[in-house]
């Protein structure tokens, strides 16, 4: 007679609190600014796309580096919750000085320090929720639900606050109005910055998580070999091309929505009253849509395979960049609403890709190595992926440039051709069947 399994414990509330806020402040950070980034440096430093890229690409060299220092420490040699603590108060004081630097040098040179302090903690946070939690399908949602309502905050926030202190209200000529908001948007580096010295501080009443007692061995060399086998190594390949693709969303879309943003008439008007302007605000929809995916997917992911999830994820990948290319051209009653549902699609590309695949390295890795495989994981999607799709998507706005307008239909064809081209390789090479069991040391 079999032995009936017995149920993981609840989550305790005080856990919740503390890993729920630890999520909630990592990406209000990195939320404040990130969505405004490109349009600041074009439309207020005067940077061309081409230096744009390389900001946003030497911002992805932390997580290149970040598995080969904060992995190491944190598997092997270092608490993880005071490495999280030192690293963000660092990190606060750094991107604050965002807001001044005007020139490319300056600016790049700070970029490149503060992604080596902030982009390690990405995969920190998460080795550190898997450490705690007692059931990862059932708890990690419920837990990095609030790093997207983080984004959302602060995103809507910084919105408004461009809408109410640096949009002139006595002024018509949309190209004035918008070199406001552009200025305004410094901002947004300030706030970040009080927001991780407030996360440095937060990090100290974090849960201890030590170092694996008695290993000696590198850390993320056995992690090397872990990622080697299927269905890791799929995974890791598609994530570089699925990372570009994000990286073309991010750098594009809050200048595409604010050209709409600012006709201010209409639904548009009422939705600005919400939201804000800058682009920033109204992607917070896609945050919102991401809510959703995320509250349903500890039922979801036990009832679909791994790959049929991550097929999810890239069917949204290639809707969303379809209607941000052809959506302009449709009649004006569906122009706006079809816009909005490409934005939604963000929390199907999140949750059934992004997510998906951090649960997918957690569970095929073994657990004194799972910060290094986080890291390594977070090294493709944040660092790699980023390099180049920042390079790509600088070089794709210069060739769909005519007349010095953006043609944004261009644009967006190429994202959407590449995520298809991801399907297709899922449906290849990612084994079929359902999720594995957590490997155990």
Not at 300 to 314: E, P, Y
Request: some cysteine; hydrophobic content about 50%.
């Amino acid at each position: 007679m079999s032995t009936p399994a017995i149920s993981p414990a609840p989550l305790a509330s005080g856990l919740r609190f503390k890993l729920s806020g630890m999520m909630f402040l990592q990406y209000a950070i990195w939320g404040a600014w990130l969505p405004l980034l490109w349009s600041f440096l074009s439309g207020h430093r005067g940077f061309t796309p081409s230096q744009i890229g390389d900001m946003f690409a030497v911002g992805a060299l932390g997580a290149i580096i970040a598995p080969f220092i904060a992995g190491q420490i944190a598997d092997r040699w270092f608490n993880t919750e005071k490495f999280l603590a030192i690293s963000h108060v660092l990190g606060g004081l750094l991107v604050w000085q965002l807001a001044e630097i005007n020139t490319y040098g300056g600016f790049l040179a700070f970029s490149l320090v503060y992604s080596l302090i902030y982009s390690p903690t990405l995969a920190l946070t998460n080795s550190l929720t898997f450490h705690h939690l007692p059931d990862r399908d059932r708890d990690f949602g419920k837990v990095r639900i609030w790093g997207t309502v983080g984004w959302i905050a602060v995103g809507i926030g910084i919105g408004q606050w461009l809408l109410h202190r640096h949009t002139p209200m006595d002024v018509s000529a949309t190209e004035i109005v918008q070199k406001a908001q552009f200025a305004g948007m410094a901002d947004a580096f300030k706030l970040s910055g009080i927001l991780g010295i407030v996360m440095g501080i937060f990090c100290w009443f974090l849960p201890a998580t030590p170092p694996a007692a008695g290993k000696k061995k590198s850390a993320v060399g056995e992690a090397l070999g872990e990622i080697k086998r299927q269905p890791l190594i799929t995974l890791f390949l598609l994530a570089v091309p699925v990372s570009c693709i994000h990286q073309f969303y991010f750098v594009h879309t809050a200048p595409f929505l604010g050209q709409f943003q600012n006709e201010a008439k209409g639904f548009i008007e009422a939705v600005n009253k919400v939201v804000g302007v800058g682009g920033g605000g109204l992607m917070t929809i896609g945050q919102m849509s991401e809510l959703g995916v995320l509250a349903l997917m500890p039922y979801v992911s036990k009832r679909l395979s791994r790959r049929t999830l991550l097929a999810i994820g890239l069917i949204a990948y290639a809707l969303r960049m379809f209607l941000f290319a052809y959506a302009p051209s449709f009649p004006e009653a569906a122009r706006l609403p079809a816009i909005i549902l490409g934005i939604t699609m963000h929390g199907f590309c999140f949750g059934c890709f992004i997510f998906v695949a951090f649960m997918i390295v957690d569970e095929e890795t073994t657990g004194d190595v799972r910060a290094s495989a986080q890291s390594l994981f977070n090294l493709v999607i944040v660092g790699i992926g980023i390099i180049v799709g920042s390079k790509l998507a600088g070089a794709v706005a210069e060739w769909a440039t005519v007349s010095e307008k953006l043609d944004y239909s261009k644009l967006f064809r190429v994202p959407m051709w590449v995520a298809l081209a991801c399907l297709f390789l899922l449906f290849l090479f990612y084994p079929r069947g359902k999720k594995t069991e957590s490997k155990t040391a």
